[in-house]
């Protein structure tokens, strides 16, 4: 260590001029910590801040809280037993918004969640610098597609849209654009992204995965965290990354969030786990824990999870916090400790890092360090690693905001070509009959769009605030705008805005209306929207027992079908929608999902032919709430034998969406048909455009091990690329085959490939119809890194 930097650590800063003695040093001013002094490197800031920090002081930075404004309105409108009972909203008996913000300005709380103005943030970090060692906070938010719970923000699609694009590069630019807004409104942290591998199309969090294949669920939500992120996170324009819910949470055994979870360590291991390995890898610098048990034992009690594989194995050296409440509901849920005490002792002993939220976690974890059952380890390691993040974030030189400066770094064209963009490319044609895209009318022609997500925010799916109207293109406003450049007179009907109440006399007024044009637009789906909770169908917490289409939103089509004008059926949902009858009877479907601020110019252009549809599913579309689990990836005896009255077949593959022109794959060729253990095996495949438009197309590589120790899905993705090629014109794609891509748990749990052959399949979707084959050999067995 350098001298000067010595002579740091032995005698504080001084301000003003001494006077120097031989052999002594007078100071005459006011000391000014060394954590203070940027110049210094962030561990010697960090080592110096904990060397004045008291026990107490040290867990007040593992303990977060609501907002202030947050906290007044749950005051308002929620009874304590509804406090206990939801994940939304929070207050806390016995203490009030001004006590906790007296609290900020001693310095006795470390984070703060659900800050939704940039006022209050900087209110929060003016209250916090008040404090004895004026530790900034750490403000987190559910930024889960773009920074939608501030209002006049960029709202991105939503995750399960992002996934529809296939393109990792989206998600690392949205992540980057993100952390900008995010920063820019106060905020440092953001709880996502949600790297759930799904399992259960009945979970209402659905819209927030990246569906139901590991692979692109960890390489989706490790490009996210390399544009949150950027590297190390150092910086003014950065954010922390949250992986989430640790683990299994897209797989509760009867597809309700927080339900128990039981798997198997191979299913662990070869799907719920690989995602945060990759996330891990990546240098993600938090992770949550789910609301639910594994296999019997909490998920905010696991140690093997925590401390065990994540920290010790994997080498994740970031924070672990606790989701709402959560390590309260080891006593009052999960009935597995007899107090707080007990349950924050079980949670932190196991890893655990900070509490979710509020009052009387500090007071149990002091306890349990000054009578010897928590370790003070323990308390100094999880204080470190949130300390760190701060200095790193730059908050201690930077704790507030400049308000003048937010309307240049939100919602900027910047922000919202890439919200439109992935809002196109997200969106799945699953029929087309012909009638797209809609003609450019000669004649004056009338369009009718109707249906209860047309003409609101239902587009923004879960997690954003209201945003100002001029922000948000409504699908019905897409239409308009460049319906009328085409020729045609396009209204509007309000058939019903809430799903739970479309009543039958507005279905009748639509239909009279559709028989007096010559198109009928229906937008159905879901709503998302936490702000209309008791209207939800959708989303946090909000789980079905059914995948049709809710309410009376079939009658509504149907009602419109039978009127003989041609109708197309714009869905807009963040889960699936299993209803065969739209498959049978309706021309053209489009599967919008959830997309954003600019989603409805992207539906129209789509409809109008301006972009040629490219999504593809991130996940299968099953018939029937009967056929569940439904995954492509599934054993080869899932349908050995049938339902005495359903298909065994899919409504829609996972990997599948049209197109507007045509795409005809050639056989795959392989560079060498052996692998050996220290070699990489390329497979190309020829992909023509036949059709009459340019066109963008995804091309998917699976593979199927065809003897092995252990049985192996019938068909495991392993690669994509999407590509434009122009009309007429073809493309090579090549994909690179090495010992990980062949590698499985083999009969004794080694991660290996074993001897034999396996087929190689490239294609438009896991359909076997669009897969054309090879087969690669190997001759010995391979053992490969975990």
């Not at 949902?573 to 409805?600: H, M, Q, T, V, Y």
Request: net charge negative; with cysteine; charged share 25%.
């Amino acid at each position: 260590m350098h001298l000067d930097i010595m002579t740091k650590k032995i005698f504080y800063r001084i301000n003003i001029p001494v006077l120097i003695f031989i052999g002594s040093i007078f100071i005459v001013n006011a000391q000014t910590p060394l954590y203070l002094d940027s110049s210094l490197s962030t561990e010697e800031r960090v080592e110096d801040l904990m060397s004045h920090m008291t026990l107490e002081e040290k867990v007040y930075q593992m303990n977060q809280f609501v907002g202030l404004d947050h906290m007044r309105q749950a005051e308002e409108n929620l009874t304590e037993e509804e406090l206990h009972s939801n994940d939304a909203q929070g207050f806390y008996k016995g203490i009030f918004s001004d006590d906790v913000a007296e609290m900020t300005r001693r310095g006795e709380i470390g984070s703060f969640l659900h800050v939704l103005t940039p006022e209050e943030s900087n209110l929060l970090q003016d209250l916090a610098s008040q404090s004895r060692l004026k530790i900034p906070l750490l403000i987190g938010i559910d930024a889960i597609h773009g920074n939608a719970l501030v209002s006049g923000t960029t709202v991105y699609p939503s995750p399960i849209t992002l996934a529809s694009t296939w393109s990792d590069n989206f998600l690392e630019i949205i992540g980057k654009q993100t952390a900008k807004e995010m920063r820019a409104t106060g905020s440092h942290w953001t709880f996502t992204p949600n790297i759930d591998v799904l399992r259960d199309p009945r979970w209402g969090r659905v819209g927030e995965t990246f569906g139901e294949d590991q692979l692109l669920v960890g390489n989706l939500g490790a490009a996210m965290i390399r544009g949150f992120q950027q590297e190390d996170f150092t910086g003014a324009e950065k954010v922390i990354a949250c992986a989430k819910h640790m683990i299994a949470g897209g797989e509760s055994i009867n597809g309700l969030n927080a339900a128990p979870m039981d798997v198997s360590m191979r299913t662990l291991k070869e799907v719920h786990l690989k995602p945060y390995k990759k996330a891990i890898d990546e240098g993600v610098y938090s992770i949550m824990a789910a609301h639910n048990e594994l296999n019997g034992i909490p998920c905010h009690m696991n140690s093997w999870l925590m401390t065990d594989l994540f920290r010790n194995k994997w080498g994740f050296n970031g924070f672990f916090v606790s989701d709402w409440m959560d390590i309260e509901r080891i006593e009052t849920l999960h009935h597995v400790a007899g107090s707080l005490k007990e349950a924050s002792f079980l949670s932190v002993n196991a890893g655990m890092d900070m509490h979710m939220h509020g009052p009387k976690f500090p007071e149990t974890i002091v306890a349990l360090v000054k009578e010897g059952t928590l370790p003070l380890e323990r308390v100094n390691e999880a204080c470190k690693k949130i300390l760190t993040a701060k200095f790193k974030l730059g908050l201690f030189e930077n704790r507030k905001i400049n308000l003048d400066e937010i309307p240049e770094k939100i919602f900027t064209p910047e922000h919202q070509k890439i919200a439109l963009e992935t809002a196109r490319r997200g969106a799945v044609l699953l029929k087309n009959d012909g009638i797209l895209p809609l003609p450019k009318s000669k004649s004056v022609k009338r369009i009718l769009v109707t249906g209860p997500n047309a003409n609101n925010q239902t587009i923004l799916g879960d997690w954003h605030a209201v945003q100002p109207n001029e922000n948000v293109t409504t699908i019905f406003e897409g239409i308009k705008n460049i319906g009328t450049d085409k020729g045609y007179e396009v209204d509007f009907f309000n058939s019903g805005e809430n799903i739970r109440k479309i009543k039958d006399t507005a279905i009748e007024i639509a239909a009279q209306k559709a028989s007096d044009v010559d198109y009928v637009i229906v937008v159905v789906g879901d709503n998302s929207m936490r702000y209309r909770w008791k209207d939800k169908t959708a989303g946090e917490n909000m789980g079905r027992a059914a995948l049709d289409l809710s309410g009376k939103q079939l009658k509504l089509v149907k009602a419109l079908k039978a009127t003989g004008t041609p109708v197309v059926v714009v869905l807009v949902n963040g889960r699936p929608i299993s209803e065969p009858w739209l498959e049978d009877n309706i021309p053209a479907i489009l599967e919008a999902w959830e997309p954003g601020s600019l989603g409805g110019r992207a539906v129209a252009e789509i409809l109008f032919g301006n972009i040629n549809p490219s999504g593809k599913l991130p996940l299968t579309v099953a018939r029937d709430v009967g056929q569940l689990r439904m995954i492509y990836n599934h054993k080869p005896s899932a349908y050995f034998h049938k339902y005495a009255f359903e298909k065994i077949t899919p409504l829609y593959p996972f990997g599948f969406g049209l197109s507007y022109t045509t795409f005809e794959y050639s056989t795959p060729q392989l560079s060498e048909p052996f692998l050996s253990p220290n070699s990489t095996v390329s497979v190309s495949v020829e992909v023509r455009n036949t059709g009459n438009y340019d066109g963008e197309e995804v091309v998917q590589m699976y593979i199927r091990d065809q003897i092995s120790s252990a049985t192996r899905p019938v068909k495991e993705l392993k690669e994509y690329k999407r590509i434009l090629i122009k009309k007429g014109e073809s493309k090579t794609v090549s994909f690179k085959i090495d010992k990980e891509t062949l590698a499985f748990y083999d009969i004794n749990m080694n991660y290996c490939v074993e001897p034999g052959d396996f087929t190689i399949m490239i294609g438009s979707s896991s359909d076997k119809k669009d897969l054309k084959a090879t087969t690669l050999s190997v001759n010995t067995k391979m053992n490969v890194d975990e």
